[in-house]
């Protein structure tokens, strides 16, 4: 389970992170959020480079922490 103390550093302020432990990196959730997710510096991890905002970007956030594998993704941030 993801944990908001844990989340990866490139990860920008607000609901919605990646955990960076649990992040493999497998890539699955590029495809559904590849607006808001990418790869860091050395692609070792994936980061919300942007929250989600408005009604399509939710359900691209919400889809990417549903297909996660390693459910990494969460939106209990701050
Ligand atoms: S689907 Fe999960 S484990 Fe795979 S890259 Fe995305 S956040 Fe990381």
Redesign the pocket.
Known sequence: MADKNNKVPENVPGAWY?DNE?????????DEAADL?KYNADES??FFFKQPEGADELAHAAS?RD????A??AEDGE
């Open positions: 990646v649990l992040c493999t990196p497998c890539r699955v959730c590029l997710l991890k994936v990417a297909v996660c594998p390693q990494a993704i």
